[in-house]
């Protein structure tokens, strides 16, 4: 799903989330993310007046049982996180990230960044 979501998500925040001191910002964000998606259980957690639903094909974006990992593709910096034993990654912009991208080992359940 190729949908800026992390920004949109941060345009509607009523106070940030604070970090902890030992997380950047960014990482602060990215986490609460991945637990919005995880916890709703839907690939489009916001409400429908900023991200809208074609309703036919709303079903589609359920995730009724967590899978083993969500790519949510969004245009921010690459970011892997785990939630609920979930893997939850943005691969980011091939191009302006240095032609960097993920490869997923399923047999591990893990990412790793890799770069041409």
């Known amino acids: 799903m190729r949908e800026d979501i992390l920004t ?3 345009r509607t925040l009523i106070k940030e989330p604070i970090p902890d001191g030992r997380e950047s910002r960014f990482k602060n964000l990215t986490l609460n993310l991945a637990k919005t998606i995880l ?3 839907h690939l489009s957690p916001l409400p429908t007046h900023v991200l809208p639903v074609f309703w036919p ?3 589609a974006l359920r995730m009724p049982v967590l899978p083993d990992m969500v790519v949510v593709a969004d245009m921010q910096e690459p970011f892997i996180e785990r939630s609920s034993d979930c893997l939850v990654a943005s691969p980011s912009s091939f191009p302006r990230h240095k032609y960097q991208f993920h490869v997923y080992w399923p047999s591990q ?3 790793e960044l890799s770069q041409i």
Do not use: F, L, P, V
């Open 39 to 41: 916890s709703q259980g």
């Open 57 to 59: 094909y709303d079903h």
């Open 109 to 111: 359940n893990t990412i």
């Open 8 to 10: 949109k998500m941060c």
